[in-house]
Nanobody
Framework: QEQLVESGGGSVQAGGSLRLSCTAP????????MEWFRQAAGGSYREWVS????????NFAAAVKGRFTFSKAEVKDTVYLQMNSLRPDDTGMYYC???????????????????WGQGTQVTVSS
């Protein structure tokens, strides 16, 4: 199975913006949804950030709502997480993950993956 690939991270000052990309093979053809997670350095868990459902709806964690947007790219199998008004507490490694389509159950769902990509590092300085 081809790997998820996150990119677009970097170092910015507080108030700055970044756009993260995620390429997930099969995302378009399997009508998957997508989620972003982040993990702080030294942290023990990955915090949910946002969901883009297969029906186009988006949801965001309270900490990022109003500052982040999540959209599909025109490029196949690619999504964007636009992050504005970045804060130091947004710092972390960001990961994407495909999820099942809304209202669809299928055994061996190709959207459900056990693996993670390498992530992309976001560092926000004050």
């Amino acid at each position: 199975q081809e790997q998820l690939v996150e990119s677009g991270g970097g170092s910015v000052q507080a108030g700055g913006s970044l756009r993260l990309s995620c390429t997930a093979p099969g995302f378009t053809s399997n009508a998957c949804g997508m989620e972003w997670f982040r993990q702080a350095a030294g942290g023990s868990y990955r915090e949910w950030v946002s969901t883009l459902s297969s029906d186009g709806t988006t949801n965001f964690a309270a900490a990022v709502k109003g500052r982040f947007t999540f959209s599909k790219a025109e490029v196949k199998d690619t999504v964007y997480l636009q992050m504005n008004s970045l804060r130091p507490d947004d710092t972390g490694m960001y990961y994407c993950k495909t999820i099942s389509p809304v209202g669809v159950y299928r055994p061996h769902d190709p959207c459900v993956r056990a693996d993670w990509g390498q992530g992309t590092q976001v560092t926000v300085s004050s």
